[in-house]
């Protein structure tokens, strides 16, 4: 039979289990498709045997063809309403670049706005974060800032006031509204369950304005090389946003959307999320669930043996550390898959050994997210388990520093800011190790956060001291990173992640191979198309944006 598309490149990396062309024959150029998946991998002989009269055929000359790159961990529709609605300060370089960031939006809007924001960067308050500085420069005006690592807010007097908060608020989690010396709310909101307090009061977006951030972000992040993305959330309004883009068109890419179970949640909660399995549209459908076991270093919520240099990051987000091994027995036990957000070494342990005694879902493997410092006695358990590692180096890259002149090393201390994002190391010991962004806290371009990788600093900085560098990967590790690791991690290795014979046709056209390139050559490869089912996109100019 003829095939439905096919695609013929200068060179095509497969990601097969044997490297490089079988018995001897020419490296394969030519990918045949039928009904959404390869049928054929080879050279002019497979052009030959499968085009027909209505074969589609695409010519790529002088590129590369990949498995379709999956980011293993992202927030896209969150992340595209905050962009959509928000102002970005990823560029602001200091306190008052933000307040100059903040004056500019506010010039534009009416009296009575909402100003929201992301990328927040800590360290650019000289002590503990607070809102104090909105009203000594904008007062009465209602803002609120999302830090760089999305846990926590930063909110202005006007906020404070309109969400009713007073520092009392108690939470079944590690979340606070965090008090000055006077015992009033100083602005800073720590943790998702007292920030619901303040996205309470957001100005409402609609579904259709939410449809199109996501949209529009989602082509951007297509146009990068993406083919795919692990959403790890599906909190409203993610189903209603998914369905009606999918009303109009297809989405550019596949989501695997696994809803959070919150800290200290009981059976209900749980059988609520199990009841979400299998829910799908025609590119997304909900796959296992996922748990935040703690928060992040630099807020000082992640949960490690001993105590940073604040005497915090030593507590679990869960106040009930049994509830959450019940949680991961509950869902292994219904075969439903789990991924658990880990910062600190404790949380990492717990997470491990809670999974070792759950044992395996027939879904796809458990995994753990972030990881970001693990000690040398656990690195072999990941292999052992049959755990994913699922890492995002460019936390360590983007957010760190090699002197230690940054929140996160300065908290936790030298001896374990060295332990950190290890994927080296967990690769040698035999571990699958998964990479993803985290978008939008990450940058969403596969490209960018797969030189980082290689390089351990911004790709685009190259003066600047790589962190942790022994932990470097190759070009083909990094990308084996987002294609057949990712494939593991959605617990199909058989339909995703490379390109064979009965593998689905998700596929990314490079203008050059980008194992041969160098990282920073590889940031700037232009994506040609990229195709899911074998349907393809082509995308002709550079993508603009951010992803």
Sequence with gaps: MHADVLVRVAHVETFADTPGPA?????????AVRDGRVVAVGGDEVAAAYTGPATEIHDFPGATLLPGLTDAHAHPVWGSVEIGSGIDLSGAGSLAEVLDTVAAALRESPADAWITGYDLDLNHFPGAPHGAVFEERF???????????AHALVVSPRVVELAGLTGRE?????SSVETGPDGRPT?????????????????EVTVDAAAGYVRHQLGLLAASGLTGLHAMDFTDPSEAVYRRIEEDGELPLRIRCSPLVAAD??????????????????RWHVEGVKFMLDGTADNGTAWFDHPDTHGENDTSLWRDVDAYRRAVRFF?????ATATHAIGDRAVRVALDAIEAAGPATQGPHRIEHLESVPDDLLGRFADLGVVASLQPVHGTRHTRADGDDTWSRRIG???????????????????????????????????????????????????????????????EAYAGMTRATAVAAGRPGDLGRIAPGHLADLTVFAANPLTLDPAAQAANPVLATAVGGHLLHHPAPAGGRP
């Excluded at 292994?332 to 439903?336: E, K, L, N, P, S």
């Design 170 to 174: 108690t939470f079944s989690d590690k």
């Design 187 to 203: 602005g800073y909101v720590l943790e998702l369950q007292a920030m619901d307090l303040v996205f309470a009061h957001y100005p």
């Design 332 to 336: 292994a036990r219904r075969g439903i």
């Design 414 to 476: 030298p001896d374990r800011a060295a332990r950190g994002w290890r994927t080296r190391d967990l690769l040698t010991h035999g571990a699958v190790v998964a990479l993803g962004s985290d978008w939008p806290i990450g940058p969403g371009d596969p490209r960018v956060a797969l030189a980082d990788c290689q390089l351990r600093r911004p790709v685009e900085s190259p003066g600047t001291a790589p962190v942790q560098p022994g932990q470097a990967l190759t070009a083909r």
């Design 23 to 31: 018995g001897g024959t020419a490296p394969p150029r030519a990918v």
């Design 139 to 149: 007062p009465g005006r209602a803002i609120s800032l999302m830090t760089r690592d």
């Design 265 to 282: 949640s009981g059976p209900d909660v749980w059988e609520a999320a199990a009841g979400l399995q299998g829910r799908h549209g025609r």
